[in-house]
T-cell receptor, first 109, second 119 residues
Framework: LAKTTQPISMDSYEGQEVNITCSHN???????ITWYQQFPSQGPRFIIQ???TKVTNEVASLFIPADRKSSTLSLPRVSLSDTAVYYC??????????FGKGTRLSVIA | ETGVTQTPRHLVMGMTNKKSLKCEQH?????MYWYKQSAKKPLELMFV???????ENNSVPSRFSPECPNSSHLFLHLHTLQPEDSALYLC??????????????????FGPGTRLLVL
């Protein structure tokens, strides 16, 4: 599975757009990029998944450049309830994923 | 509510006790997982079951014993645990068989976890 690197923590004020970038230089052709969100004392929750270009859903957007060696999770207008740990995972869609340490996002009022 | 339930939500046990954690999924999924999450550490995959058969065991100590009687239920039997086993234990399920190369969707749906404290 491709190794991922993402910032350990980020801070943001309410109402701002937050972009969390994940590096995955050795991503393979059949690898997808998946992001999960985890609130304290809860299990992770699937946010978004993509292969290339841009994917958008009601929660977030995922931007993937042409070389796919990185990806950016974009959270529009964050609120206090978006404070959580965000995990970037890379691997084939049909393989159990391995979670890293994630990015701890703190949203400040 | 993800369709994956876990009981109990909290558990305190002594090192000589035997207890079991239960996970149930109502999603019709074929694969189920146990994870351990210690404080300020990444999630650690413990066991993977695909179609009720164990397909992966990431070198977990024998004091943790999984059981998957059917595709909807998963247990983790605990005995003679150590204080360092105190953690959040998470169960997850996914639609596909959990096996590489099957081409099935493996987005994982997590339960709320069991917070375990070993004294």
């Amino acid at each position: 599975l491709a190794k991922t690197t993402q910032p350990i923590s980020m801070d943001s004020y309410e109402g701002q757009e937050v972009n969390i970038t994940c590096s995955h230089n050795n991503i393979a052709t059949n690898d997808y990029i998946t992001w999960y969100q985890q609130f304290p004392s809860q299990g992770p929750r699937f946010i978004i998944q993509g292969y290339k270009t841009k994917v958008t859903n009601e929660v977030a957007s995922l931007f993937i450049p042409a070389d796919r060696k990185s990806s950016t999770l974009s959270l529009p207008r964050v609120s206090l309830s978006d404070t959580a740990v965000y995990y970037c995972l890379v691997g084939p869609v049909d393989t159990p994923l391995v979670f890293g340490k994630g990015t701890r996002l703190s949203v400040i009022a | 509510e993800t369709g994956v339930t876990q009981t109990p939500r909290h558990l305190v046990m002594g090192m000589t006790n035997k207890k079991s954690l239960k996970c149930e999924q109502h999603l019709g999924h074929n694969a189920m997982y146990w994870y351990k999450q210690s404080a300020k550490k990444p999630l650690e995959l413990m066991f993977v079951y695909s179609l009720e058969e164990r397909v992966e065991n990431n070198s977990v100590p024998s004091r943790f014993s999984p059981e998957c009687p059917n595709s909807s239920h998963l247990f983790l039997h605990l005995h003679t645990l150590q204080p360092e086993d105190s953690a959040l234990y998470l169960c997850a399920s996914s639609p596909g068989g959990g096996l590489p190369g099957q081409g099935a969707e493996e987005t994982q749906y997590f339960g709320p976890g069991t917070r375990l404290l070993v004294l």
